[in-house]
């Protein structure tokens, strides 16, 4: 349904709730402004949210507090809407961690050896880390690479809430990209275990390597260190190829691509999954040659779905020819 149609159905359906719109309109915004406040006092007290199944559900909560005075098949529609991705990334994140007990080897010289190959006998960790990291001065790096590497727990699902208010046909087409790129990942994982460039460090393979992606969070404060590494410790620690933190990222660049009005500001897109690149070999978490692979994961799942989608599409319907005009009857009178 188009936005404009979609937005005329909800005030229809606020209309027949019994009330004013006006008086839901200022409810709703009053709901939200004390959910946002709850937000702040939650993570002054917690830290901020940056485990996936956290930021869902706050998410949720705002998209609930949006949904306030509409007809209750807003709420029903927003269960039904969310469950499958709920589900299916809750699957991702309890199974991710497979490999371990199939009996598959871990992976360590391939990505290594691709790096060095491509950058000239060394890889980009190393050469960051060498030039950018002093584990006895941290400093602003270490923040601006720990926030953009938090933002893939966040930016993802805050786009989804953003789709599911604004158009849900968009939602649903967003949501389905990214649970069939979780999904590929998630099958990468298990088949083809790999180290990430910190465990090499510390097998002593790479030279002076560290996993420092929550080193910002020790001069931000707000008692997020302890959630974010809590995070950290439940993951499979051998799910590295693909980098899915880079193939989100350029999930999200691409569906807004087109989306974009004007055409000059669409290659500013790219500045987000680039940044999280650079971010993950800086950080010790990915390899190029995982990063890579993320890119091109995205760019396949996108291709294959606007594919699918162009098959499914009803034909266009041609418009009948026009009836022929009767021709003008012969003017008849009497003859003079």
Known sequence: ???????????????????RFRYWSLIRYAALVLYFVALVVWSANNGIPVQRELVILWTLGALACASIGRHPREIVRLVVDWLPMVIVLAAYDFTRGAADSLGIGVHFH???????????GETPTEWIQAHLYDPEALSAWNV??????????????????????????????FTKRLVTLALAGLATYIL???????????????????????????????????????????????????????????????????????????????????????????TGE????????????AGAVMTAWAAWE??????????APAAAEPAPAAATGDAA
């Open 1 to 19: 349904m188009p936005t404009t149609e979609f937005a005329q159905a909800r005030v229809g359906a606020e209309q027949a709730t019994g009330l």
């Open 110 to 120: 391939t990505m290594i050896d691709f790096d060095r190959t491509v950058f000239f």
């Open 144 to 173: 601006g690479f720990t926030l953009v590497y938090t933002s893939y727990f966040i930016t993802p699902f805050a786009l989804a809430g953003y789709l599911w208010v604004r158009d849900r046909l968009d939602f649903l087409r």
């Open 192 to 282: 083809f275990p790999a180290a990430p460039p910190w465990m090499a460090g510390q097998m002593g393979l790479l030279e002076n390597v560290h996993r420092t992606t929550g080193k910002g969070w020790e001069i931000i404060g707000v008692g997020t260190a302890a959630l974010f590494n809590s995070g950290q410790e439940k993951v499979n620690l051998v799910a590295a190829v693909p980098s899915l933190h880079a193939g989100f990222c350029m999930l999200v660049a691409l569906f807004l691509w087109h989306r974009v009005s004007r055409r000059r500001l669409r290659p500013l897109l790219l500045l987000y999954p680039l940044a999280m690149g650079f971010t993950l070999m800086a």
């Open 286 to 297: 990915h390899y190029f040659f995982d990063i890579v692979l993320g890119y091109l994961y």
């Open 310 to 319: 162009r098959l499914r599409a009803p034909a266009p319907v041609e418009a």
